[in-house]
């Protein structure tokens, strides 16, 4: 599968700057959840980005024996 898009649901950080976007953009673009960070808000994106791989592991069948 592809991962289309990624919909944040909750953000409890306070700033100016938008990082869920950032880091879903290039999640998106690369299909992978491990991206760069964005400098100063290393934290942010790490929170984000585990939070896309549960999804994904979530969104996975299970294995059949």
Do not use: H
């Not at 898009?5 to 700057?17: H, L």
């Not at 896309?52 to 299970?62: H, K, N, T």
């Amino acid at each position: 599968g592809r991962i289309k898009a990624i919909e944040v649901v909750a953000d409890q950080e306070k700033r100016s700057f938008n990082t869920p976007a950032f880091v879903v953009q290039r999640i998106v673009a690369t299909q992978s959840p491990r991206v760069d960070a964005m400098t100063g808000a290393t934290v942010s994106c790490l929170g984000v980005m585990e939070a896309v791989e549960g999804a994904l592991r979530s969104a996975r069948p299970a294995s059949t024996p």
